[in-house]
């Protein structure tokens, strides 16, 4: 396990987008700054390493908002979207689950 900042919140540990309330804590890293991911990691390609989903005010489903992706050893680039994560239609590519590589 590595310990990273917070993609999401980018390390504040309050909710980016004050939802619900301004004083609302980080939901994917509640409230610490900091998440905990598996090595080996890379940044998510869905959502370009930001934690957010698109342009909505949600978490990536991909990498749930901690802004990396765990990867297997060996790992490549993914053909079907060419390591973007994305199919045509905007959604997470299904061929790698939106991480770019498999
Ligand atoms: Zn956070
Ligand atoms: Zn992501
Ligand atoms: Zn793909």
Redesign the pocket.
């Known amino acids: 396990m590595s310990v990273i900042e917070c993609?999401f919140c980018k390390g504040k540990g309050k909710d980016p987008f004050g939802l619900l309330s301004p004083l609302s804590i980080c939901q994917v890293c509640l409230g610490k700054g900091k998440v905990s991911v598996t090595p080996p990691t890379i940044k998510?390609?869905?959502?370009?390493?930001?934690?957010?989903?698109l342009d909505k005010r949600i978490?990536?489903?991909?990498?749930?908002?901690?802004?990396?992706?765990t990867v297997s050893e060996g790992a490549k680039t993914c053909s079907e979207c060419k390591g973007s994560?994305q199919a045509p239609d905007g959604l997470p590519c299904l061929a790698c689950r939106?991480k770019g590589v498999k």
């Open positions: 993609a998510c390609a869905f959502c370009k390493g930001t934690g957010i989903y978490t990536c489903t991909v990498c749930g908002g901690k802004g990396v992706v994560g939106g």
